[in-house]
């Protein structure tokens, strides 16, 4: 008898802390800025992820000084004449809005519309610490599903020492590299220009497929550390771009837009005729010509690092670089290079040139 009550008294003990531990989740659940459908479909382990994750984007933005979110509210007073500027300005704000609305826009959209990519914010260590809403329309994978979690899960094993470098250390001068500096060093706005390949879910048909099935897509990552020297925080703020693929380019071209392609040495196999008007040349011109002819000496570096990622990782883009005119003197360009594959093998280079007037 005295072991059923104990063992009733244990049972019942079980059950309430399992309520318990079922309202706090629920309090937690509900306290995350999502919709109520999102999180109806969450577990406890999703609730505990995604809260760090938004309170570790809180705390970034302390990195960060805000002046107009300390302002208080002013109250107007009689012989105040700056307020009805103040108010004007508020209008104005608004009838924004409204106008966006107007056009069938949301205006907390707009922003991520104009950034042709998505906000993606790292830890030190590789933890997501946000990411905007519609990664889904890139990589096919929902913001809470990659919310908090481990970068390195979703990209590729061959970037992840370059991605370490990213987060961790810095390009150092020589001078700096002879007398010693730490990779910890606080350097606010730390500018980071790098490619990352992520899994992507999304087919090209449009159609979506298991996480286990995913493939690679190249990003170009830019932008910068954001940290602190007393908390010593440090986050990678940035954005990251999708590089289209020339199958998926729209034609016509824009007027100072070439294509080229080129063998896997980079030499001229075919010359868009925009060349001639562009640059002065035909394409008799260019053919089996290399294209690191064709570029200014200063240049060099920066274009075999960046053909040498085309290889390795598929995709690639160019900073801007000096190209050769044919009569002379030098034209500003960027570049997008894709390897295009045969029986999956790498076969040739396709380039989408940006002349920069």
């Known amino acids: 008898r005295n072991n059923e009550k104990r063992k009733e008294k244990s049972r019942d003990a079980a059950r309430c802390r399992r309520s318990r531990e079922t309202e706090i989740f629920q309090d937690l659940a509900s306290l995350l800025p999502m919709s109520q459908e999102e999180v109806d479909h969450l577990d406890k382990a999703s609730v505990m992820r995604l809260s760090i994750a938004y309170l570790r984007a809180r705390n970034m933005l302390e990195l960060y000084d805000f002046p107009h979110l300390n302002e208080k509210i002013k109250i107007k007073q009689d012989d105040d004449v700056s307020m009805e500027a103040v108010s004007a300005d508020?209008?104005?704000h608004v009838d924004s809005k409204l106008n966006l609305k107007a056009l069938g826009l949301e205006p907390e959209m707009v922003p991520l519309q104009a950034l042709d990519g998505f906000l993606l914010v790292l830890s030190v260590d590789g933890d997501v610490t946000y990411v905007s809403e519609n990664v889904s329309d890139y990589l096919g994978i929902a913001q809470i599903d990659i919310m908090g979690q481990p970068i390195w899960e979703y990209s590729h094993q061959c970037d992840h020492d370059e991605l370490r470098e990213a987060l961790n250390g810095r390009h150092h001068s020589p001078s700096e590299l002879v007398n010693g500096v730490a990779n910890s060093e606080c350097r606010p706005l730390e500018n980071r220009d790098f490619f990352l390949r992520l899994k992507c879910t999304l087919t090209s048909r449009g159609r979506s497929v298991n996480i286990r099935s995913a493939s690679y897509k190249v990003l170009h990552v830019t932008g910068h550390i954001a940290c602190k020297d007393k908390e010593g925080q440090r986050q990678l703020v940035s954005i990251a771009r999708p590089l289209p693929h020339p199958?998926?380019?729209?034609v016509p071209l824009g007027s100072s837009t070439f294509l080229s392609k080129h063998t896997l040495g980079m030499k001229f196999s075919y010359v868009d005729d925009k060349m001639l008007s562009l640059l002065g040349y035909e394409p008799s011109d260019l053919l089996g010509k290399s294209l690191y002819e064709c570029h200014h000496a200063s240049d060099a570096d920066h274009l075999m690092g960046t053909f040498k990622h085309v290889i390795?990782?598929?995709?690639?883009?160019?900073c801007r670089y000096r190209f050769l005119a044919k009569t002379g003197g030098y034209a500003w360009v960027v570049t997008q290079a894709t390897v295009?594959?045969?029986?999956?093998?790498?076969?040739?280079?396709?380039c989408v040139n940006y002349v920069i007037r």
């Open 90 to 92: 508020g209008l104005d």
């Open 340 to 350: 295009i594959y045969d029986k999956q093998k790498p076969h040739s280079i396709v």
């Open 247 to 250: 199958a998926n380019i729209e």
């Open 312 to 318: 390795s990782k598929g995709q690639s883009e160019t």
